[in-house]
């Protein structure tokens, strides 16, 4: 693994249904954050985790949960998909320090039915 | 409140013409940090650029160059005879100094086509 994985690619979900959004990083960044993407509106945070152990909601954190049970690894689950829940998901970490940018990882097309 | 705003949704140019990207930003902090990314079609996210809120100086790297003026609270891009290859859609992101979780506020993005 080098930087930000992401799984899956891509899922068509059927409404009410729960998901679980994969994203593992193996650079030992602290900071980790999840966003969507959605045209028009750019990306907006949905929760972050600054450490492990430790979760913080974004802007946009209704309907979504999150754990950091260790470094690497930042689930995103949906727990009853909305149809308003399509969305492209990124997964982003930091290291440590104001100024450092975040990395991204490829990105999850989810599409709700 | 913390915002971005980049007022071009789409801009079409042919290739080795110049063109400069806007992008507006809100902010009460004092200390900040200003980003710009790149989404390519293929989708991935590209780390151009951080800019904090101390140091004006413009910075150039290769055909990119950016113009930070705290005056204006702009933060533009502007790509040097630009290249079918920098047809992408691109991101302006600020992010908040000491004591905020270090989020990254984007803009909605420009999406900048290169013809050929």
């Known amino acids: 693994i080098a930087g930000i994985t992401q799984a899956p690619t891509s899922q068509i979900l059927a409404a009410g249904r729960r998901m679980t959004l994969r994203c593992t990083q193996d650079?030992?960044?602290?900071?980790m954050y999840w966003y969507r993407q959605d045209l028009g509106l750019g990306l907006r945070l949905i929760h972050y985790?600054?450490?492990?152990?430790?979760?913080g909601k974004g802007e946009v954190p209704d309907g979504y949960s999150v754990s950091r049970a260790n470094t690497d690894d930042f689930p995103l689950t949906l727990a009853s998909a909305v149809p308003s829940q399509t969305s492209v998901y990124f997964c982003a970490s930091k290291k440590t320090g104001e100024d450092n940018e975040q990395f991204f990882g490829p990105g999850t097309r989810l599409t709700v039915l | 409140a913390q915002k971005v705003t980049q007022a071009q949704t789409e801009i079409s140019v042919v290739e080795k013409e110049d063109v400069t990207l806007d992008c507006v930003y809100e902010?009460?902090?004092?200390?900040?940090?200003l980003f710009w990314y790149k989404q390519p079609p293929s989708g991935e996210l590209v780390f151009l650029i951080r800019r904090n809120s101390f140091d004006e100086q413009n910075e150039i790297s290769g055909r990119y160059s950016w113009n930070f003026q705290k005056s204006t609270s702009s933060f533009n891009f502007t790509i040097t005879a630009s290249q079918v290859v920098d047809s992408a859609v691109y991101f302006c992101a600020l992010s908040e100094g000491p004591g905020g979780y270090n989020k990254l506020i984007f803009g909605a993005g420009t999406r900048l086509a290169v013809h050929p």
């Open positions: 650079m030992r960044h602290n900071a």
């Open positions: 985790s600054n450490t492990a152990g430790t979760t």
């Open positions: 902010t009460r902090d004092t200390t900040y940090y």
